[in-house]
């Protein structure tokens, strides 16, 4: 099975790039998802979170509370490199265990990850999709989106690779500077080159 890879930055569209492929019916993998999966209440994760950060990263209902956690480790990089270094081997595990439940189930699968290029999840990946979008626009979107300011979405794509970084290593690029309807056309195309590009994997 072809193993796609789908990024970009904060806000920059990867759950809507990741909709329209779903529309197309092809599965996604989300690694937002799944790191939210491995600190869900009774994970060995989120004890470990709290033994470091103190009981107050908690809320009262046993969650981890994600805001708290957000503006303590986007504040101190010492901080997110230990979250990090706790979260970033178990949810490549988890990637890695449902990568394998798709096997000869489909022609390829998504993995949609803000980190792919950052971490060693794009060693899973056989075809590298980057959602490009320019800066201004990104920080727009994402603050309207989160109600975050300016500056805190800024402290987080601090932490992320610069925009041309992450187009200099995409095997292909979405544009999603304009309407969502001009993303769904752009996936439509992708998704047959996919294809393809699947069916020649299969007979080699
Ligand atoms: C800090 C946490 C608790 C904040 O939770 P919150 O619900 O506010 O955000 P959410 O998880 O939905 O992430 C939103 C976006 O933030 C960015 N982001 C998250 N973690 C990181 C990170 N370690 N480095 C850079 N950007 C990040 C991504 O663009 C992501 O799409 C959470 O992001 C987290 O646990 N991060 C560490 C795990 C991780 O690296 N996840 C990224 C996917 S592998
Ligand atoms: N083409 C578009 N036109 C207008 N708004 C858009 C478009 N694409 C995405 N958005 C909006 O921009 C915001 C960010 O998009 P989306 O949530 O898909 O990004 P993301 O890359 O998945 O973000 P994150 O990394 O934070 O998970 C959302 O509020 C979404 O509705």
Redesign the pocket.
């Known amino acids: 099975m072809l193993v796609v890879g789908l990024t970009g930055?904060?806000g920059s569209g990867k759950s809507a790039a990741s909709e329209a492929f779903a529309k197309l019916g092809r599965p996604i993998i989300d690694?937002?998802v799944v790191?939210r999966e491995v600190?869900e209440p009774g994970e060995e994760a989120l004890a470990k979170i709290a033994e470091h950060f103190g009981e107050a990263v908690l809320q009262d209902d046993g969650h981890?509370n994600?805001?708290m956690?957000?503006d303590i480790?986007f504040q101190e990089s010492k901080h997110?490199e230990w979250?990090?270094q706790l979260?970033?081997p178990i949810?490549r595990t988890r990637i890695m265990d449902k990568l394998e439940s798709y096997q000869g189930q489909e022609a390829y699968a998504i993995l949609a990850?803000?980190?792919l290029l950052e971490t060693d999840q794009h060693k899973l990946v056989d075809h590298i999709v980057v959602v490009d979008i320019e800066e201004a626009l990104q920080i727009k979107r994402t603050s309207e989106r989160d109600g975050n300011t300016p500056d805190q979405v800024e402290r987080?794509m601090a932490?992320?690779l610069s925009r041309a970084e992450r187009a200099a290593k995409a095997d292909s690029l979405l544009d999603n500077n304009t309407t969502r309807e001009a993303l769904e056309q752009q996936v439509a195309t992708l998704d047959k080159k996919l294809r393809s590009l699947a069916a020649e994997e299969y007979q080699a």
Do not use: F, M, T
Request: charged share 20%.
């Open positions: 930055g904060i690694a937002d790191a600190v981890l994600r805001a956690l957000r480790v997110r979250l990090e979260l970033h949810i990850s803000p980190l987080i932490a992320q």
